[in-house]
């Protein structure tokens, strides 16, 4: 495992350091599922490898551009850390007042407020709490964002009155990188956990991180101000910073004529610009069908199980990218009889074989209803990154529960994925469009001076 992040000063050694830094290998193995299993530390942070020099890691620019900008974050607040305190003193009190029986475990800050850890027992339940919320709120200004049951105590999420912003910067100081044997990076940040600070990954190639691997189809869902866009901006950046142009590429769906995305257009792991039309949409998801064949061809000729395997096995020069598929507000176009077919059809196929051909798809839209998802996409779309949504009833069908409608917004995230116990909460990290912008041009210069 590699670290991106790296203190001030290793990142201020001279050029001729830099130049001489080792480069990711090609054949660096996976980590081993031990290592990977590492359980984070409680309070911000985690369990980290050695870091190496972060050029080795990602670009010279970008790498600069990451220290100097988290350099520059606070990480202090002792005005929300009382209030935490006070805030749990106030919950045990009112529900030893309700005759429940509420021993604190434990409290940790979070970027939306606090998490209380309560032993639970007979008398505390989880739906003795969820039936006290109004009057916690009411009578107690506690405003209960999640309840939920754990082996042996119930944690229960605070919203607070400041919310703290978690910033990409910052996470990508402190995130590792996942290299398969072929050198591509096949873990990307989602966030920070609420339950222990650590950070979240979406683990498209095995378990790291402490969590497990996931599917490899995600749906994203999100009312207008959840935070959706910023969170497909996040991800799409992470896959560009952590990996060359050569073995990650990027296709980008938008409805919208990209006007979320503009920035990104950038991005040298772009294979077209943004797809703003239902035709040329049905045509590239057509090819990628076609593409995922091809591969297959290709493996068994080469004796590959796997994209990993096959590029382990490849020349440089003859190794295959992953590719990331990204459809922003299919709803928008699923009205469609014909497009809503195509895609069914195309996500069917799709959703069978393409783990192992390295064709990944990320689906989203503010309200995922049976109108316009139909069977073939929930069941292929393994993946619920779920931020919050207008009523309980879009919950019940983005995240198969109730819930995400209580999230509170601006990037608050409840996600289903496959190997985890329940649903993970985070806080998705945010970009200003200026920051976006200084990002996307470290990565260009970045995949330019590799190329001369």
């Not at 190639?205 to 910023?230: N, Y």
């Not at 040329?280 to 998801?285: G, I, K, N, P, Q």
Request: one cysteine or more; charged letters at 25%; hydrophobic letters at 45%.
């Amino acid at each position: 495992m590699e670290q991106l992040g790296l203190q001030a000063a290793a990142a201020q050694e001279g050029d001729a350091a830099a130049e001489s830094a080792p480069q990711a290998p090609e054949t660096q193995p996976v980590a081993a599922p031990a290592e990977a299993k590492s359980v984070a530390t409680p309070v911000q942070g985690e369990v980290v490898a050695a870091p190496v020099h972060v050029a080795a890691a990602v670009g010279e620019h970008l790498s600069a551009l990451i220290v100097t900008k988290q350099a520059g974050l606070a990480v202090a607040d002792d005005e929300r850390e009382s209030w935490a305190q006070e805030t749990t003193k106030k919950l045990k009190t009112a529900l030893n007042s309700y005759g429940l029986q509420a021993a604190v475990l434990g409290t940790r800050m979070t970027p939306n407020g606090c998490l209380v850890r309560l032993a639970g027992s007979d008398r505390l339940r989880v739906e003795d709490i969820e039936a006290k919320r109004t009057q916690l709120l009411t009578t107690h200004a506690i405003n209960l964002v999640t309840v939920q049951p754990k082996p042996g105590e119930i944690v229960v999420t605070i919203a607070g009155v400041k919310r703290q912003v978690v910033s990409l910067w910052d996470l990508w100081a402190k995130r590792q990188l996942n290299r398969n044997v072929a050198g591509i990076n096949t873990s990307f940040v989602l966030g920070l956990q609420e339950i222990n600070g650590s950070l979240l990954y979406l683990n498209l190639g095995g378990e790291f991180g402490g969590l497990s691997s996931h599917e490899p189809h995600s749906l994203v869902a999100g009312a207008t101000g959840s935070g959706k866009s910023v969170l497909i901006q996040a991800i799409l950046l992470d896959i560009a910073a952590t990996n060359p142009k050569d073995l990650a590429q990027i296709i980008l769906i938008d409805p919208k004529m990209g006007v979320d995305y503009a920035a990104l257009e950038d991005v040298p792991h772009m294979r077209e610009a943004i797809i703003t039309t239902k035709e040329r949409s049905t045509e590239v998801l057509e090819a990628l069908v076609e593409e995922m064949e091809s591969r297959y061809r290709a493996f068994a000729q080469a004796r590959a199980r796997d994209l990993a395997t096959f590029n382990s096995k490849a020349s440089p020069d003859a190794r295959l990218p992953m590719v990331f598929l990204i459809h922003d507000e299919f709803a928008d176009w699923m009205l469609d009889d014909a497009y809503k077919g195509a895609v069914g059809a195309a996500v069917q196929r799709l959703g069978v074989k393409a783990r192992a051909a390295g064709i990944h798809l990320i689906f989203a839209a503010q309200r995922p209803d049976k109108d316009v998802m139909p069977m073939q996409l929930r069941e292929n779309l393994g993946n619920r990154l779920v931020l919050k949504v207008a009523s309980e009833a879009t919950s019940k069908i983005a995240l198969d529960r109730p819930g995400a409608e209580l999230l509170l917004g601006r990037g608050h995230m409840a996600a289903k994925l496959n190997g985890e116990q329940g649903l993970v909460f985070a806080q998705a990290p945010f970009l200003s469009d200026d920051d976006i912008g200084l990002a996307v041009d470290a990565i260009r210069r970045d995949a330019e001076s590799k190329k001369s």
